[in-house]
């Protein structure tokens, strides 16, 4: 039976849909940022955490969920 670390790290490998457009690492956590269907989606260690209108406030948030996340 698999675990679902396991499930997880499978998942990980793989690059989430759509056209990559912001990558970042902010206090060792990766953030990247995809447009898919004219949103932009995103994604915190590769789980998505939103999709957003434009991408100034994808990377704001991006930057928030980090800083309230690591403290």
């Known amino acids: 039976m698999k675990t679902f670390s396991a499930l997880r790290e499978a998942r990980k490998q793989k690059m989430p849909p759509g ?3 912001f990558n970042a690492k902010i206090k060792g956590i990766t953030v990247m940022v995809h447009k ?5 989606d995103l994604f915190i260690d590769g789980d998505k955490l939103d999709s957003f209108n434009n991408l100034n406030s994808a990377k704001k948030a991006g930057t928030e969920f980090i800083k309230q996340y690591k403290g």
């Open 19 to 21: 056209e990559h457009v």
């Open 36 to 40: 898919h269907k004219g949103k932009f």
